[in-house]
C-alpha cells in the first residue's frame, strides 16, 4: 500500500513537469530555499518535505570562489547520494555540475550535518539503474532529460573523511 508521501509525491511529480513549473521554478525555488534554510539555521530545507534533499558545497569552476547549491538526492543504498543536473530540463548543465568536474572534492550539509565527499559522474553502463532508483523516488525525473535535450549529467557522492573531521 502507498504511503501518503508516495501519493502525494505522484500528484506534485507531474506538475513539476509542466512549462510553467520549468519557467517559475528556476526564479522562486532557490530564494524560498534560502529562506528557509536561514530561518530553520539548515536544519529544514524546502524541497526536504518531499524528497531526500541536501546542500552541495563546491568551489567555483572558474572562481573558485565556495557554492552552495540545494538539490534533491536520491540514496543509492550504499551510503552515498545520487545527484542529478536536471536544471528544470533546461538545455545547459547546471554550474554545480561544472564545479565538481573541475572540483571533485566538495561537501553536503544533510539535515544540518556537514560532511565531506567526493563526486565522481555515473558512467554510461550505470545510468539505466541509476535513474531507476531516482524515478522510484521521484516518477517522471526522467523526463528532463529527455525535454533538455542533453545528456544530464549524474554523480554519485561518497562521503569521506575530510581535514576536521578527527577533532568532531
Not at 572540483?103 to 531507476?132: C, K, L, N, Y
Not at 524515478?135 to 523526463?143: N, T
Request: zero cysteines; charged letters at 20%.
Amino acid at each position: 500500500m502507498p504511503t501518503v508521501l508516495q501519493v502525494v509525491r505522484s500528484v506534485i511529480a507531474p506538475i513539476t513537469r509542466t512549462r510553467l513549473f520549468r519557467a517559475i521554478g528556476p526564479l522562486l525555488l532557490p530564494p524560498a530555499e534560502r529562506l528557509v534554510s536561514a530561518l530553520t539555521g539548515g536544519r529544514v530545507q524546502l524541497s526536504g518535505l518531499l524528497v531526500p534533499s541536501l546542500v552541495l558545497h563546491t568551489t567555483g569552476a572558474k572562481s573558485g570562489e565556495p557554492r552552495d547549491t540545494h538539490l534533491m538526492y536520491t540514496p543509492d543504498g550504499r551510503g552515498r547520494a545520487i545527484v542529478a543536473g536536471t536544471t528544470f530540463a533546461q538545455e545547459r548543465h547546471p554550474g554545480w555540475t561544472y564545479n565538481l568536474i573541475a572540483h571533485p572534492d566538495a561537501s553536503i550539509t544533510v539535515r544540518g550535518r556537514r560532511m565531506h565527499v567526493r563526486a565522481t559522474r555515473i558512467p554510461d553502463d550505470e545510468r539505466d539503474a541509476a535513474w531507476a532508483r531516482i524515478e522510484a523516488q521521484w516518477p517522471g525525473y526522467r523526463g528532463y532529460e529527455r525535454d533538455s535535450g542533453r545528456v544530464v549529467r549524474l554523480f554519485r557522492l561518497q562521503p569521506v573523511a575530510g581535514p576536521h573531521d578527527a577533532s568532531m
